[in-house]
């Protein structure tokens, strides 16, 4: 590796650990509520991304923390794997790095699969949903980081080069079903809570495949459809 492309890869991380620019973030949504509108709210930016919803299926809507953070890595990973086993249901990442950071990311942890992705750089849709900036033990807590290891170690899923977005933006997921009703619900209370997709199948009335493991296993305790 070129010294120039050392101090590029260096001036990327540092970047990702900017605050970025405040937003105001609308209440969280709850089990019941209907899902937030699928335009943009009216404070965006004409050109912010969409997100809209098929009305024969119910959705699960997965929102990432910064492409090249391992815990988004295993929670892509098994969304991906979720979306072939459940095609009677449409599944959602959403990302806010860059459209070129996020299409090199997505070939590097192994393709889509049956996932919609949407790029939402500005997060306009993180704060639409209710998701805003974590703090700092959020994000760099002893544990998140023992987690991190422990990630490499068992999984070998490690820390990728961040080309954009920020590491303090939190991650969420949402089931919402054919009517548009938020049915579960699961933010991210430190970096390396990955959501768990089998109480999202439940929360939406579909049947987990029991015969392969667990998608997703999380450190915390989520009781109850709505798990946060």
Same mark, same amino acid.
């Given at each position: ?9 260096? &001036?990327?991380?540092?970047? @990702? #650990?900017?605050?970025?620019? +405040?937003?105001? $973030?609308?209440? /969280?949504?709850?089990? %019941?509520? *209907? ?11 004409? &050109?912010?991304?969409?997100? @809209? #919803?098929?009305?024969?299926? +119910?959705?699960? $809507?997965?929102? /990432?923390?910064?492409? %090249?953070? *391992? ?11 979720? &979306? ?145």
């Amino acid at each position: 590796m070129s010294l120039a492309t050392i101090r590029s890869t260096l &001036s990327q991380e540092l970047q @990702s #650990f900017k605050t970025p620019p +405040p937003k105001e $973030v609308a209440p /969280l949504p709850k089990v %019941g509520d *209907p899902a937030p509108t699928s335009f943009p709210p009216p404070t965006s930016a004409p &050109s912010a991304p969409a997100l @809209s #919803f098929p009305s024969d299926k +119910p959705v699960l $809507v997965v929102f /990432l923390r910064h492409c %090249g953070c *391992p815990f988004a890595e295993k929670t892509f990973k098994s969304l991906t794997k979720l &979306s072939t086993r459940h095609p009677e249901l449409h599944c959602i990442a959403v990302s806010h790095s860059s459209q070129t950071a996020t299409d090199r990311w997505i070939i590097e942890v192994g393709g889509e699969w049956d996932v919609q992705v949407i790029v939402d750089p500005d997060r306009d849709l993180y704060s639409a949903w209710g998701l805003g900036i974590s703090s700092t033990w959020h994000a760099l807590s002893p544990w998140a980081i023992y987690k991190t290891y422990q990630l490499g170690k068992t999984e070998g899923i490690w820390n990728r080069t961040t080309e954009s977005g920020s590491r303090w933006q939190t991650g969420g997921a949402f089931a919402v079903d054919k009517s548009g009703i938020v049915r579960w619900v699961q933010v991210a209370h430190s970096a390396d809570d990955i959501p768990n997709f089998d109480d999202a199948i439940t929360a939406l009335g579909l049947e987990v495949d029991k015969r392969r493991p667990s998608a997703t296993h999380s450190h915390h305790s989520h009781a109850g459809a709505q798990a946060h």
